[in-house]
């Protein structure tokens, strides 16, 4: 929640400038999964850590801190 209030939003602007595929914890819980992400490790190690690093560029960018 320290980086945004709106998840949905937060996981369309990583997939749209980064390429990530994030989910919206909004899916997964109505009432307090604004504030949340889900991410998947249905990928290998090497595939996974591309995209947090991708994620990390985004957010230093963005100063979503």
Do not use: H, Q, W
């Not at 937060?10 to 819980?29: H, Q, R, W």
């Amino acid at each position: 929640s320290r980086y945004s209030d709106d998840s949905l939003s937060f996981c369309d602007d990583v997939l749209e400038e980064v390429g990530v595929a994030i989910t919206p914890g909004v899916d997964f819980d109505p009432e307090r999964g604004n504030t949340t992400i889900r991410i998947s490790y249905a990928r290998s190690t090497p595939e996974i850590l591309k995209g947090i690093k991708r994620i990390k560029i985004f957010m230093d960018e963005k100063k979503y801190l």
